[in-house]
């Protein structure tokens, strides 16, 4: 098998995605080495392309585990990290989209509306 060649680009927005070869990492995650390193490894793990296996992976995201705490400091430092969590962005010109993310958003509404309806 052929190895695969990734390249990594820092961005000022997001957290971290990969497409196709390409992964792009927030640059103020160098401020936490252990974290930068575990999200490379979690989209190293992501595939070139869009499956079910890159769904499952987001939704588990068992590289994280213990690295919540910076994850989170991180996040609730950064407020250009927050467009991690919508549904679609753009990088390079390339629009991307998250089925986990729009799926949560997705319950979010619906429960939102359904509070909405019951308080009427």
Same mark, same amino acid.
């Given at each position: 098998m @052929?190895?695969? *060649?990734?390249y990594v680009n820092e961005i000022s927005?997001?957290?971290?995605?990969r497409i196709? /070869?390409? #992964?792009?990492? /927030? @640059?103020g995650l160098k401020k936490y080495p252990k974290l930068q390193k575990a999200i490379i490894k979690h989209e190293i793990n !992501?595939?070139?392309?869009?499956?079910?296996?890159? *769904?499952?992976m987001d939704l588990v995201n068992n590289e994280l585990k213990? !690295?919540?705490?910076?994850?989170? @400091?991180?996040?609730?430092t950064h407020p250009s990290s927050w467009t991690e969590f919508f549904p679609f962005d753009c990088y390079e010109?390339?629009? *991307?989209y998250s089925i986990a993310n729009t799926f949560i958003w997705f319950l979010a509404f619906i429960?939102?509306?359904? #509070?909405?309806?019951i308080l009427r």
């Open positions: @052929k190895p695969q *060649v990734l927005k997001g957290i971290a995605c196709g /070869n390409q #992964i792009y990492i /927030n @640059k !992501h595939t070139s392309g869009f499956t079910m296996h890159d *769904v499952k213990g !690295h919540k705490v910076d994850y989170y @400091k991180f996040v609730l010109g390339r629009f *991307v429960t939102a509306g359904g #509070i909405l309806w």
